[in-house]
Structures are given as C-alpha cells and as structure tokens.
C-alpha cells in the first residue's frame, strides 16, 4: 500500500510560538490531502482539506489563520499552527487518497503538546 | 443528530468470541464505508471497505451494509487479545472526498 509520513512525530512548543508538521505522500501523488485533529478519547476531526495548488478548504469552526495550510508539491502539505496555545495541544494526522480513490492512507500522526 | 453514530463502549469480548460491532449513519448520500482499527497513540489502520449491499468477508473480519437502513457493521471472529483497540467507522460521498468518522468503539478481548 501506499506509504504517508509525517514530520515531526512529536513536538513540545512553549504557549505563542508556531509550529510546523509535515505531511508527505511517499511512493504516489497527492493533488488532495486531508488534515484531522483529535483530542484524547474522541474520534477524529476533520480539520480541513489541502488541494495542491490552490487554497485549503476547511471546516466549520476552524480558523484558517490560526491553521495554515501550504499544499506546495504532489508530495507535500503543511500544517502550520500559529500561535499555538495549551488547547491546540492534540494528536494531528494527515491523510491522503490512493490512486484510484478508493482508501485514504493515513499518515502516523504528529503529537503536539503546547505548554 | 451525529453524521456518523456509533456505540463507545467499552464492548468486553472473550478470547475466540465473535466481536460485533455496529454503526449507522446519516447522510443517504454516502457511497463507501469503511471500518479502522486505532490503537492508543497511533494513528488508524485500514480493516476493510464496503460499498454495496451486504457481506464482505476478510479473513476474520466480515462487513455489513444495510443501505436502507442507513446501518454497516463489522464482525471479528474468533477474537484476539491483539484486537483490542478502538475500532471507527466511517462514510464517504464519493470517491476521493473527505472521511466523516464515528465516535469510535473501544473493544477489550479478554484471555
């Protein structure tokens, strides 16, 4: 199956700072990615959808300023968290569709902890 | 109303027991359904998809779709201690688009 990595695996950044994860399609294409959040003991949230090229699509109730996303290759999307504070503290993954559409492969998720 | 409804749990099953685990859903536009397993701290894992009406089978695992009743289900046979995890469903619209998850059901596989 096709691989996705994520970058980094864990990270713990002081309250105000800005914080990058990467999410790369290892051995295929990604036009479209998705980014989910969640937070211990609750399913996943879908944060929002990163298209290469053009601007991310997100969900309602996610600030776009604070969650930047820059979908810049095939291969390559990015979260950043601006001004992370103690409640942005949460597991994020990044996910992207095979080929044919039919199953998303799921990156191994990045650990932010903002203190 | 959940898009996505599943029951949290904790579902105790014994070793070797027959898991079975249900959720239904919303949107009766959905046309792919898919079941992850998670364990703590790590991201899902693809079990099985399903799309049409009816049984899937994998292995030990069987899906369900009931497209009328808006209701898929997933079935683990002969349970392992290992298949203790949390286990999400989750729906689709169309090939390629966004994942709507459920809630999650946490299953215990006893020895």
């Known amino acids: 199956g096709a691989v996705v990595s994520q970058h980094p695996s864990r990270v713990i950044c002081k309250s105000g700072t800005s914080v990058k994860i990467e999410c790369r399609s290892l051995?295929?294409?990604?036009?479209?990615m998705f980014w989910y959040r969640q937070f211990p003991k609750q399913s996943l949230m879908l944060m929002a959808t990163s298209n290469e090229g053009s601007k991310a699509t997100y969900e309602q109730g996610v600030e776009k300023d604070k969650f930047l996303i820059n979908h810049a290759s095939l291969t390559l999307s990015t979260l950043t968290v601006t001004s992370a504070h103690p409640e942005d503290s949460s597991f994020y993954i990044c996910?992207?569709?095979?080929?044919?559409?039919?199953?998303?492969?799921f990156g191994p998720g990045t650990r932010l902890t903002v203190l | 109303q959940k898009e996505v409804e599943q029951n949290s749990g904790p579902l105790s099953v014994p070793e070797g027991a027959i898991a079975s685990l249900n959720c239904t859903y919303s949107?009766?536009?959905?046309?792919?359904f898919f079941w992850y397993r998670q364990y703590s701290g790590k991201s899902p894992e693809l079990i099985m998809f399903i799309y049409s009406n009816g049984d899937k089978e994998d292995g030990r695992f069987t899906a369900q779709l009931n497209k009328a009743s808006q209701y898929v289900s997933l079935l683990i046979r002969d349970s392992q201690p290992s298949d203790s995890a949390t286990y999400l469903c989750?729906?689709?619209?169309?090939?390629?688009?966004?994942?709507?998850f459920g809630g999650g059901t946490r299953v215990l596989v006893k020895p």
């Open positions: 996910s992207a569709p095979g080929a044919r559409g039919d199953e998303q492969f």
């Open positions: 051995d295929f294409q990604a036009t479209t």
């Open positions: 949107d009766r536009g959905s046309q792919s």
């Open positions: 989750a729906v689709r619209k169309a090939a390629g688009n966004k994942l709507t």
